[in-house]
C-alpha cells in the first residue's frame, strides 16, 4: 500500500471514528436509559415473556433512539443553542447535520423492521407513532416544541407510546389502566417543568416553549398541581412511586416559590436522579423472583 493510501485510509478511519463519538455525544448518555426502562415497565406490567425481538427493541430505544431524537432536536434548535451557555461547547456544523439526518432515517427503518419482527401489530402502530412524534417534536412545519402547550402533551404522549411497545407483548394496549395515563400527564408535568431552565435563551430565540408562553411559575406550578393528582387519584399501590410523586412535588414547589432558572437546572437533574432511583427499586422484584 502506498504512502497516500495508507493516509487516506488513516484519514477515512478517524472521520469514521469522530462520527461515531459525534453521535454517542449527540444522544445524550444520561438519556439512554430512560426509553428503555419505560419499555420495560410495560413490558413487566403486561405479565409478557421475555423474547428476542423485545430485547432488540430494548437495544434500539437506548442509544440509537435518543440519537433520533436528540440529534433532530439539535439541528432546529440551533439558534437557541448558539445563546445557551450550557450547549456552548457543541456545535453542528453543515456536515454534522447531514450525518444526523441520514443515521435517524437508517435507524427509524431499523426500529420499524424490529416492529415487523414482532408480528404484533399494536407494536407496529405504536412504533410508528413514536417515530411520527420524535420528528413532529422538532421538525417545522409542525414542530410541537413550540406549539404550548402540545410541546408537553407531546412528550406525554411519547412516554405512552413506549410503554405500550412493551405492553403490547403481553396484552392488549387498548387496556392499559387509567394510572398508566395518569403517568402520562405527569411526564407532561416534568416536560413544562423542564422549558424552566432554558427560559431565557428560548425567549430570545423566539421558541414559544410552554415557559415562554405561560411564564416560569406558571409552567412549575402545572407540574405541581398534576403531581399531587397523581398522588391522589391514580391508584398506584408501589410505595417507590408514590415516594417518587412526593419528591417531585417538593421540587416543583421549590420552583414555583423561587423560579430561578439556574436552580430549575439542578432541580430537573435531582428528578431524573430520582427517576432512575425509583425504577431500579421497581425492577428489582421482577428480577429476583
Given at each position: 500500500?502506498?504512502?497516500?493510501a495508507?493516509?487516506?485510509h488513516?484519514r477515512?478511519?478517524?472521520?469514521?471514528?469522530?462520527?461515531?463519538a459525534f453521535?454517542l455525544?449527540?444522544?445524550?448518555?444520561?438519556?439512554?436509559?430512560?426509553?428503555p426502562?419505560v419499555?420495560?415497565?410495560?413490558?413487566?406490567?403486561?405479565g409478557?415473556?421475555?423474547?428476542?425481538?423485545?430485547?432488540l427493541?430494548?437495544?434500539?430505544l437506548?442509544i440509537?433512539?435518543?440519537?433520533?431524537?436528540?440529534?433532530?432536536?439539535?439541528?432546529y434548535?440551533?439558534?437557541?443553542?448558539?445563546?445557551?451557555?450550557?450547549k456552548?461547547?457543541?456545535?453542528?456544523?453543515?456536515?454534522?447535520?447531514?450525518?444526523?439526518?441520514?443515521?435517524?432515517?437508517?435507524?427509524?427503518?431499523?426500529?420499524?423492521?424490529?416492529?415487523?419482527?414482532?408480528?404484533?401489530?399494536?407494536n407496529?402502530?405504536?412504533m410508528?407513532?413514536l417515530?411520527a412524534?420524535?420528528?413532529?417534536y422538532?421538525?417545522?412545519?409542525?414542530?410541537?416544541k413550540?406549539?404550548?402547550?402540545?410541546d408537553?402533551i407531546?412528550?406525554?404522549?411519547?412516554?405512552?407510546?413506549?410503554?405500550g411497545?412493551?405492553?403490547?407483548?403481553?396484552?392488549d394496549?387498548?387496556?392499559?389502566?387509567l394510572?398508566?395515563?395518569?403517568?402520562?400527564?405527569?411526564?407532561?408535568?416534568?416536560?413544562?417543568?423542564g422549558?424552566?431552565?432554558?427560559y431565557?435563551?428560548?425567549?430570545k430565540?423566539g421558541?414559544r416553549?410552554?415557559?415562554v408562553?405561560?411564564?416560569?411559575r406558571?409552567?412549575s406550578s402545572?407540574a405541581l398541581v398534576?403531581?399531587?393528582a397523581?398522588?391522589?387519584?391514580s391508584?398506584?399501590?408501589?410505595?417507590?412511586?408514590?415516594?417518587?410523586?412526593?419528591?417531585?412535588?417538593?421540587?416543583f414547589?421549590?420552583?414555583?416559590?423561587i423560579?430561578s432558572?439556574k436552580l430549575a437546572?439542578?432541580?430537573f437533574?435531582?428528578?431524573?436522579?430520582?427517576?432512575?432511583?425509583?425504577?431500579a427499586?421497581f425492577i428489582a422484584?421482577?428480577l429476583?423472583?
Amino acid at each position: 500500500m502506498s504512502e497516500s493510501a495508507i493516509e487516506k485510509h488513516g484519514r477515512l478511519n478517524f472521520n469514521r471514528l469522530r462520527s461515531y463519538a459525534f453521535l454517542l455525544n449527540l444522544s445524550r448518555p444520561l438519556g439512554w436509559m430512560i426509553a428503555p426502562l419505560v419499555f420495560v415497565f410495560g413490558f413487566y406490567f403486561s405479565g409478557a415473556a421475555i423474547t428476542y425481538v423485545a430485547v432488540l427493541q430494548i437495544l434500539l430505544l437506548s442509544i440509537p433512539y435518543c440519537a433520533i431524537l436528540y440529534g433532530i432536536n439539535d439541528i432546529y434548535d440551533y439558534d437557541s443553542d448558539k445563546l445557551n451557555p450550557r450547549k456552548k461547547h457543541f456545535r453542528l456544523t453543515e456536515r454534522d447535520k447531514e450525518l444526523v439526518k441520514r443515521f435517524s432515517t437508517y435507524i427509524s427503518g431499523v426500529l420499524l423492521l424490529s416492529s415487523a419482527l414482532s408480528s404484533n401489530l399494536q407494536n407496529i402502530l405504536c412504533m410508528v407513532l413514536l417515530i411520527a412524534l420524535s420528528y413532529a417534536y422538532s421538525v417545522p412545519p409542525v414542530r410541537l416544541k413550540e406549539r404550548s402547550p402540545l410541546d408537553s402533551i407531546s412528550n406525554g404522549v411519547l412516554f405512552f407510546v413506549v410503554f405500550g411497545l412493551g405492553y403490547s407483548y403481553g396484552g392488549d394496549v387498548w387496556t392499559i389502566p387509567l394510572k398508566i395515563y395518569l403517568v402520562a400527564v405527569c411526564v407532561m408535568g416534568i416536560h413544562s417543568f423542564g422549558s424552566v431552565m432554558d427560559y431565557s435563551t428560548d425567549k430570545k430565540a423566539g421558541h414559544r416553549t410552554f415557559a415562554v408562553l405561560f411564564g416560569k411559575r406558571l409552567a412549575s406550578s402545572f407540574a405541581l398541581v398534576v403531581f399531587i393528582a397523581a398522588i391522589l387519584f391514580s391508584n398506584i399501590e408501589t410505595a417507590a412511586i408514590i415516594y417518587y410523586f412526593i419528591y417531585c412535588s417538593i421540587l416543583f414547589l421549590i420552583s414555583v416559590v423561587i423560579p430561578s432558572e439556574k436552580l430549575a437546572l439542578y432541580l430537573f437533574r435531582l428528578i431524573f436522579v430520582g427517576f432512575i432511583i425509583t425504577a431500579a427499586a421497581f425492577i428489582a422484584p421482577y428480577l429476583y423472583s
